[in-house]
């Protein structure tokens, strides 16, 4: 079974500087994908980005880019330029490709909640 | 963009009383959708996975007798929730899968706010 770990419950950075977020992962599987989704106060689950595992190059969604070891099975955000929208929870989440069967469900890590101070 | 709605966005109910929350795909067509719970200040807990026209696949210790899943089309899933008591009161997401530019991804509604009195 795949598990999601982030290690780091709760992070706060200065606005307009650069934080990271931390996520491993665990899975036998070769092909995969991983996000990460923002939670804001509102509770709206919104993607930030995501990968594909066969993609060597990281993805990059304007201010958000990650780290994507798959070796390492890591797979961290940084956040450039932080401003205070960018206050939620965060969480990593791992989902193997879609089958004839249906599609296969996220596995989140446990979250970890970003503020942006003043 | 892949949009999902669910309804109702807050209700209250009283203990003993089922209610009912949709979801629905506003502009695809979902052939799995998925239904969370959460927690305050906790992350998403996979309740069950809804495929269209067969019954729901339940996670491990989730009552399906309490927590009915009807997924009759390609753009509406239901979860009932039966005989509520104040522990069922938690905050309900669901989920309509779909494929966008060649990746899968899940598309999350809005939520609903369950208060049991």
């Known amino acids: 079974a795949q598990t999601v770990t982030q290690s780091q419950p709760e992070m706060s950075v200065q606005e307009a500087e650069t934080v990271t977020l931390s996520c491993t992962y665990d899975t036998s599987e070769n092909n995969y994908y991983l996000f990460w989704y923002k939670q804001p106060p509102s509770r709206q689950m919104i993607l930030v980005i995501r990968?594909?595992?066969?993609?060597?190059q990281n993805a990059t969604e304007n201010r958000f880019s990650v780290n994507f070891q798959k070796a390492a099975k890591s797979f961290s955000l940084k956040i450039s330029d932080s401003q205070l929208g960018d206050t939620a929870m965060y969480f990593c989440a791992f989902m193997k490709p879609m089958t004839q069967g249906g599609s296969e469900k996220l596995v989140f890590g446990k979250g970890t909640k970003l503020t942006v101070n003043p | 963009g892949a949009v999902v709605s669910q309804h109702p966005s807050w209700v209250i109910c009283k203990s003993g009383t089922s209610v009912k929350i949709e979801c629905r795909s506003l502009d695809f067509q979902a052939t799995t959708m998925f239904w969370y719970r959460q927690f305050p200040k906790q992350s998403l807990m996979l309740m069950a996975t809804?495929?269209?026209?067969?019954?729901?696949?339940?996670e491990q210790g989730v009552e399906k007798d309490k927590f009915l899943i009807n997924h009759a089309s390609l753009t509406l899933s239901t979860l009932t929730v039966t005989s509520a008591h104040p522990e069922d009161s938690s905050f309900y997401i669901c989920?309509?899968?779909?494929?966008?530019?060649?990746?899968?991804?899940?598309?999350f509604g809005p939520g609903t706010r369950l208060t049991v009195l």
């Open positions: 990968q594909e595992a066969y993609k060597q």
């Open positions: 809804s495929n269209e026209g067969s019954k729901a696949t339940y």
């Open positions: 989920s309509a899968s779909g494929r966008v530019a060649g990746v899968d991804e899940q598309f």
